[in-house]
């Protein structure tokens, strides 16, 4: 295996840690073991907030952490939107309680703008207060390109897209990376970027720039927080269906050039990408951070 030259980490001689004991344990060393809860409860006692959370990957994400046990607080842009999904997903508590003999989870929802930063604040509180802490973040709000030729795109549009999909991630990780950082527990932050922040696609310069963008700044963050216990991945999924990409696939011709360049012939579902963001947040992934997982059917093989 390539960087393991044979020996374990524990292994005899192993060199000790100099910042052992210096570094927050974080949720899962302080529990004992990675996963030991077991995945049908791994979030129950966790808060999230999950932006996007009112459609597509973000809705399915909060879904599964709601399934989970976890208590959420999703934010989209739209009022009724919000509403629907809150509606949805107290649904999904109810019978999730009911099974395991449980009260629900608490799901709440909010109505704004990721790119405000003090409504984001706002927003990462609530999630907070629905707990004990602010244990999850998922930051899945995010916007299409324009489909233009760069030439032909205006510096509006790219600033626009860039103001969303990179700095609607910042402002909403720096909140939470906040909240999470006070009482030294750590956390865990999913940036949702997409295959095209590692490959470009064409006439798409500014979702391909903003989605590179999301990949550093999952990495840049990671590098940041680690020594607080706090845990950043990116998650990269390829074509999804979701309302961002339902006028591609409903395209016959569109739909089949997409579906050639897929090994595994298909668009993927919505909580298909959800279930890696969930293992992400997870104390299964309790030593994965910095790291950019790409979930797109083998189009990037």
């Known amino acids: 295996m390539v960087g393991d030259g044979g020996r374990s980490a524990d292994s005899a001689g192993a060199a000790e840690d100099p910042l052992a004991g210096r570094r927050p344990a974080g949720r899962a060393a302080a529990a004992g073991s990675a996963g030991s809860a077991g995945s049908a409860g791994r979030f129950v006692g966790r808060s999230a907030l999950v932006t996007g959370g009112s459609s597509g990957i973000g ?8 399934r989970e046990g976890a208590a959420v607080l999703i934010v989209g842009r739209r009022p009724d939107k919000v509403s629907d999904a809150v509606g949805e ?12 003999g449980r009260e629900p989870a608490q799901v709440i929802g909010a109505s704004l703008d990721v790119t405000d930063e003090e409504s984001v604040r706002v927003a990462a509180d609530a999630a907070a207060r629905m707990g004990r802490r602010l244990d999850i973040c998922v930051a899945a709000a995010g916007i299409d390109g324009a489909a233009q030729n760069a030439l032909d795109l205006s510096v509006d549009d790219f600033r626009a897209v860039l103001d969303v999909n990179v700095m609607g991630l910042f ?10 950082a006070a009482d030294g527990e750590g ?4 940036l949702v970027a997409s295959v095209n922040g590692l490959i470009a696609e064409p006439e798409f310069a500014d979702y391909n720039t903003s989605k590179g ?8 963050l990671a590098r940041d927080l680690a ?16 309302p961002m ?30 279930t890696v963001a969930a293992f ?6 309790s030593y994965v951070t910095g790291s950019v997982i790409v979930a797109d059917g083998g189009w990037l093989a």
């Open 59 to 66: 809705l399915a994400t909060a879904h599964r952490l709601v």
């Open 280 to 285: 992400l947040c997870s104390d299964d992934a």
């Open 213 to 220: 963008g999301a990949v550093m700044l999952a990495r840049s």
């Open 89 to 100: 997903l107290r649904v999904v508590a109810a019978e999730v309680a009911e099974a395991c």
């Open 227 to 242: 020594a607080r216990g706090i845990r950043v991945n990116a998650l990269c999924p390829g074509y999804t269906r979701t």
């Open 171 to 180: 402002i909403t990780a720096r909140a939470a990376a906040e909240r999470m």
């Open 187 to 190: 956390g865990a932050i999913v």
């Open 245 to 274: 990409t339902e006028a591609y696939l409903a395209d016959p011709e569109t739909r089949e050039t997409i579906l050639a360049r897929i090994p595994l012939g298909r668009a993927a579902d919505p909580d298909e990408i959800a």
